[in-house]
């Protein structure tokens, strides 16, 4: 398969972990025989040093032209610590969401028995945890009006929401359901928000076209208790644009690491896949942070694209790097191996599955692996 690919590093840790999911990239098509082509552009506090702006046309531009766009990060201290500041890194990821038309964000929070030490929470507790979020990416609270009072003192953030942006994403959501274990949880915030009640007007209708999947409602505070006590009870997640922004980092720490979560930003004529961390700017440069959730992205493009094999394949190698403990210090506080490492290796020994069995197990830890 031939695939055009956007890369857009952003800021902080993003182009280091980007490099890595690329080196991935290329080695699924090296062992399966794809062509995958890659053009880069700024997004975020770097594209506004160089061009006044967070999402230059041009960038836009290549993203709209590409078979999918790979996304590091984006945001930077500065920013962080300027509230008044009238452009934001930030900006330029929302727009390009909303230009792209990438309304259904999807999260899968997956727990992987090689790494199960690594959760805060009991290993009884967060074993079998499997469920993704859909998260309504380009409408709600972000994208309302905003507005601040002249002495700037009252501030307001609008929260609409129509029927068939809710429509749209609770299909696809059920579909997935439909597929795995047919249960769909809707996390709204109901009791307060008439935003919520159109949800739960909206998604209860639907449901009757999918009467397989059994619907279960849930307020978002309950939810996120609910998912701290009983991680294994949840299939798929549908919720708003907010909501979705928070449990989704909720479930990172249910496995362990804001470094391992990977996401799929789906439209109907493009996509993207970015991971659900941030900037984590202190490790800016240390080849320190875990690239594996911008691997586990890379790992969505190309199931996406129908490589099952080939995704299947990305997945199984970060396992395998799991299991030699060949992981970032997030993962295992007294590992030694940098980003760079990591990457390497998980690149490394990706091979079709008829390959595996002649892995030379030998050389791993060495970093001297050879598929032999
Ligand atoms: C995410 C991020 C973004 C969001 C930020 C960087 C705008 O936190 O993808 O979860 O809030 O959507
Ligand atoms: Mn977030």
Redesign the pocket.
Request: proline share 4%.
């Given at each position: 398969m031939q695939l055009k690919i956007a890369l857009l590093g952003g800021d902080g840790i993003g182009p280091e972990v980007l490099a890595e999911s690329v080196k991935c990239l290329q080695a699924v098509a090296e062992t399966f025989n794809h062509q995958f082509t890659y053009t880069k552009a700024l997004i975020g506090a770097v594209a506004i040093e160089k061009h006044h702006t967070p999402l230059p046309d041009q960038a836009l531009e290549i993203c709209a032209n590409a078979d999918a766009t790979l996304f590091g990060t984006i945001g930077t201290p500065e920013y962080d610590n300027d509230p008044s500041a009238k452009v934001r890194p930030e900006q330029g990821l929302l727009l390009l969401r909303k230009e792209l038309g990438l309304y259904a964000n999807i999260r899968p929070v997956k727990m992987f028995p090689e790494i199960i030490d690594n959760s805060p929470l009991s290993k009884k507790l967060v074993s079998g945890t499997d469920f993704e979020i859909y998260r309504e990416l380009t409408g709600g609270i972000y994208y309302g009006e905003k507005s601040i009072s002249e002495d700037e003192t009252v501030a307001t953030d609008l929260c609409t929401y129509s029927e068939i942006e809710i429509s749209r994403i609770a299909h696809k959501a059920f579909k997935a359901a439909k597929k795995r274990r047919k249960k769909l949880t809707l996390v709204d915030k109901a009791n307060v928000l008439e935003t919520s009640r159109l949800w739960r007007r909206t998604v209860s209708t639907i449901a009757k076209s999918y009467p397989e999947v059994t619907l279960e409602c849930l307020y978002i505070d309950n939810a996120a208790v609910q998912l701290l006590l009983n991680p294994s009870a949840f299939d798929i997640i549908l919720t708003d644009n907010m909501f979705g922004?928070?449990l989704?980092?909720q479930g990172s720490v249910i496995i362990g690491s804001q470094g391992l979560l990977p996401s799929a930003s789906i439209g109907e004529y493009h996509c993207m896949f970015e991971p659900?961390?941030?900037s984590f700017p202190q490790a800016k440069g240390m080849n320190k942070a875990n690239p594996v959730a911008a691997i586990f992205s890379a790992a969505l493009l190309l199931g996406h694209f129908g490589l099952k094999e080939e995704s299947k394949a990305v997945i199984a190698s970060v396992r395998k790097s799991f299991k030699k403990k060949i992981v970032t210090p997030d993962i295992l506080g007294s590992s030694k191996y940098g980003t760079d490492y990591v990457g390497d290796f998980i690149a490394d020994h990706i091979t079709d599955i008829d390959d595996d069995m002649n892995m030379n197990d030998e050389n791993i830890g060495l970093g001297k692996s050879t598929i032999i």
């Amino acid at each position: 398969m031939q695939l055009k690919i956007a890369l857009l590093g952003g800021d902080g840790i993003g182009p280091e972990v980007l490099a890595e999911s690329v080196k991935c990239l290329q080695a699924v098509a090296e062992t399966f025989n794809h062509q995958f082509t890659y053009t880069k552009a700024l997004i975020g506090a770097v594209a506004i040093e160089k061009h006044h702006t967070p999402l230059p046309d041009q960038a836009l531009e290549i993203c709209a032209n590409a078979d999918a766009t790979l996304f590091g990060t984006i945001g930077t201290p500065e920013y962080d610590n300027d509230p008044s500041a009238k452009v934001r890194p930030e900006q330029g990821l929302l727009l390009l969401r909303k230009e792209l038309g990438l309304y259904a964000n999807i999260r899968p929070v997956k727990m992987f028995p090689e790494i199960i030490d690594n959760s805060p929470l009991s290993k009884k507790l967060v074993s079998g945890t499997d469920f993704e979020i859909y998260r309504e990416l380009t409408g709600g609270i972000y994208y309302g009006e905003k507005s601040i009072s002249e002495d700037e003192t009252v501030a307001t953030d609008l929260c609409t929401y129509s029927e068939i942006e809710i429509s749209r994403i609770a299909h696809k959501a059920f579909k997935a359901a439909k597929k795995r274990r047919k249960k769909l949880t809707l996390v709204d915030k109901a009791n307060v928000l008439e935003t919520s009640r159109l949800w739960r007007r909206t998604v209860s209708t639907i449901a009757k076209s999918y009467p397989e999947v059994t619907l279960e409602c849930l307020y978002i505070d309950n939810a996120a208790v609910q998912l701290l006590l009983n991680p294994s009870a949840f299939d798929i997640i549908l919720t708003d644009n907010m909501f979705g922004d928070m449990l989704s980092d909720q479930g990172s720490v249910i496995i362990g690491s804001q470094g391992l979560l990977p996401s799929a930003s789906i439209g109907e004529y493009h996509c993207m896949f970015e991971p659900v961390h941030g900037s984590f700017p202190q490790a800016k440069g240390m080849n320190k942070a875990n690239p594996v959730a911008a691997i586990f992205s890379a790992a969505l493009l190309l199931g996406h694209f129908g490589l099952k094999e080939e995704s299947k394949a990305v997945i199984a190698s970060v396992r395998k790097s799991f299991k030699k403990k060949i992981v970032t210090p997030d993962i295992l506080g007294s590992s030694k191996y940098g980003t760079d490492y990591v990457g390497d290796f998980i690149a490394d020994h990706i091979t079709d599955i008829d390959d595996d069995m002649n892995m030379n197990d030998e050389n791993i830890g060495l970093g001297k692996s050879t598929i032999i």
